[in-house]
């Protein structure tokens, strides 16, 4: 299947199983205020699902500037997708925790994750405490994060869908001429994986996201932003409505764009992606790419390979 259809087939599976579920206004939290271009490629997907709903976004903001105010109860939340539930990265979980407590009767709906836990301890013990919300929804990217929520929750409170880059609209994914490049994206964080020489040695460059290689000032400021709001509710001496307001539009209107141009930008650079990441194969693919999937630490990228990108004529998978 040519890349544009296999974009719209996944497109139709959100829509289909996702739009049901989010029938009225609603916030949109723990967004990703940092400098993985992946993230923000999942931001934007989202945003421009949502952009076609008859409802309103009410509120929305990263896990340290949301407005964690009360809600009318039929506002719906919904909570950043990506490879983040579990406990590699600790902030969203305990994130997600936290508005699971604070808004019992509310519906909340994380969108397409995948699971990884490495204590089976702590694997136990959060499912249990969000499955003791009335109308607590989980979107899972792969089988076996499928599976594993399925133990835990009633299976009419977890959807399986593909990752929500997919939804990003045609006009952001302009395609350029050939090249004649090859790039080796291997992961630099946590989730890293030792890249066989004879990958190296087959492409032009190798590098992670270019933003993990140098963060673009406009990140920097952000974090600079972030700092000082921290700073500020230490303290808890200055009222910071207008500081919140003013990180979450200059993250939302300045560093998303830039962000996701950056990274259209890097990807159209080459003709032939190798890649441990998931979104390097994604927006590869988005852009119509030639494209070599190795794994990350976990397994995440096989498996949602086998779970959503068969079907694709782009994509081979090989071990690293």
Not at 83 to 97: A, E, L, P, T
Not at 234 to 244: H, N, P
């Amino acid at each position: 299947m040519n890349a544009q259809d296999l974009k719209k087939k996944l497109q139709s599976v959100i829509d289909s199983n996702l739009s049901p579920l989010i029938n009225n206004d609603y916030v949109y939290w723990d967004l990703p205020y940092h400098i993985n271009i992946g993230d923000t490629l999942i931001w934007q997907g989202t945003l421009d699902f949502l952009a076609d709903k008859p409802y309103k976004m009410l509120d929305y903001g990263s896990s340290a500037t949301a407005n964690l105010s009360a809600l009318d109860q039929d506002t719906v939340i919904l909570l950043h997708g990506g490879g983040n539930f579990g406990d590699i990265y600790g902030s969203s979980q305990n994130f997600r925790k936290s508005v699971v407590k604070r808004y019992p009767n509310n519906k909340i709906i994380v969108l397409p994750q995948t699971i990884y836990f490495e204590d089976k301890t702590r694997e136990t013990h959060d499912f249990q405490f969000f499955s003791e919300h009335k109308s607590f929804y989980l979107c899972v990217r792969d089988q076996a994060s499928y599976d594993l929520a399925c133990k835990y929750l009633a299976e009419n409170r977890v959807l399986f869908l593909p990752d929500m880059a997919f939804c990003i609209k045609d006009e952001m994914l302009k395609e350029t001429l050939s090249t004649g490049q090859k790039l080796l994206m291997s992961r630099i964080d946590v989730e890293a994986v030792a890249v066989d020489n004879k990958y190296v040695e087959q492409v032009d460059v190798q590098s992670d996201w270019p933003t993990f290689e140098k963060s673009p000032m406009s990140c920097n400021y952000l974090r600079l932003l972030l700092a000082i709001h921290r700073k500020l509710s230490k303290d808890g001496k200055v009222k910071q409505t207008l500081l919140v307001k003013y990180i979450n539009h200059f993250a939302m209107n300045h560093v998303r764009k830039q962000l996701i141009n950056t990274g259209v930008q890097f990807i159209n650079g080459f003709d032939v992606v190798y890649t441990t990441r998931l979104h390097g194969c994604i927006l590869s693919l988005l852009l119509d790419k030639e494209i070599v999937l190795l794994d990350n630490s976990y397994g995440k990228n096989k498996a949602y390979y086998d779970a959503w990108l068969k079907d694709s004529d782009n994509i081979k998978v090989e071990s690293c």
